[in-house]
């Protein structure tokens, strides 16, 4: 069962932000929606999880399930744990001790199982972005939703963190949406990228990413290509035949 927006539309004061959104995403996917700053990208998030109410338009196979959130800002309670950050975000979704297991798995998984005692002041930049990422992918969510979680980074970091978020969706596929202005950061993630236009946001083109997986790095001719279509796409030129 996939999971869509039909003609969402959505103003504040009058101004419009969403201007007849149409967005579907299938399960065991990641949907990435690239955009340039303002246009309404994390008003699109909002709306996919119901947070949002829609002027206009309805949501469709979204109703009930449970989302996760990522953000650019780690987010994190500065006075507990690594380990009782992941919990706090598991409150009431689990049994204490299922939740604390499930959170052990992914903080393996993230490479901080020693980290896991340490106060979040104890981390270092990348570890807590790490670490967000695990709670998010840690919380039972029917999607996962990330709002520019790649950003407040160089890019060195960036990789790697990119890495350490498809090696943690990996282990349970959840469909996923992904955030950015970063054309390289959308063809290193998505099986489909949605280019949006300029505020009132409207979907230019939905680009499906071809290159295997175990094929993408960045510098790659593969990876280049597929970022030299979607500059053109995003700066209004004519795709060249694929």
Request: proline fraction near 7%.
């Given at each position: 069962?996939?999971?869509?927006l039909?003609g969402a ?10 201007d007849?959104?149409?967005l ?5 996917s990641i ?5 340039p ?7 699109l998030?909002?709306?996919?999880a119901?947070?949002?109410p829609?002027?206009e338009g ?16 780690p987010r994190l309670?500065?006075s507990?744990s690594?380990?009782e950050n992941?919990?706090?975000?598991l409150?009431?979704a689990l049994?204490r001790?299922e939740a604390l297991s ?6 393996a998984a993230?490479g901080?199982s020693?980290?896991?005692?340490l106060?979040?002041s104890?981390?270092s930049?990348?570890?807590?972005q790490?670490l967000?990422?695990?709670r998010a992918?840690?919380?039972?969510a029917d999607?996962l939703?990330l709002d520019?979680?790649?950003?407040a ?7 790697e963190l990119?890495?350490v978020?498809?090696d943690?969706w ?9 955030v950015?202005?970063?054309v ?5 993630l998505?099986?489909r ?8 946001a409207r979907?230019i083109?939905d680009?499906?990413?071809?290159v ?6 960045l510098?790659?001719?593969?990876t280049?290509?597929?970022?030299a279509?979607?500059?053109r796409?995003?700066l209004?030129s ?5």
């Open positions: 069962m996939s999971y869509s039909h539309r959505k103003s504040y004061d009058g101004k419009p932000v969403l007849g959104i149409d579907t995403i299938e399960p065991g949907t990435v929606v690239l955009g700053s303002g246009c309404g990208k994390t008003t998030l909002n709306a996919l119901g947070l949002c829609l002027d309805r949501r469709s196979g979204l109703e009930g399930l449970r989302f996760s959130y990522a953000f650019q800002e309670l500065p507990v690594a380990r992941a919990a706090f975000a409150s009431g049994r001790d499930r959170i052990d798995g992914f903080l993230a901080l020693e980290a896991a005692n106060l979040p104890q981390l930049g990348g570890m807590r790490r967000s990422l695990v992918f840690a919380y039972p999607m939703l520019e979680a790649f950003q980074v160089d890019l060195r970091m960036k990789i990119m890495d978020f498809l943690l990996r282990r349970e596929r959840p469909a996923t949406v992904c950015t202005h970063d390289e950061e959308a063809v290193y998505a099986d990228v949605i280019v949006l236009s300029a505020r009132p979907v083109e680009f499906p990413i071809t295997p997986r175990e094929e993408r790095s510098g790659s001719r593969a280049m290509d597929a970022e279509r979607l500059y796409i995003v209004g004519p795709p060249e035949p694929r």
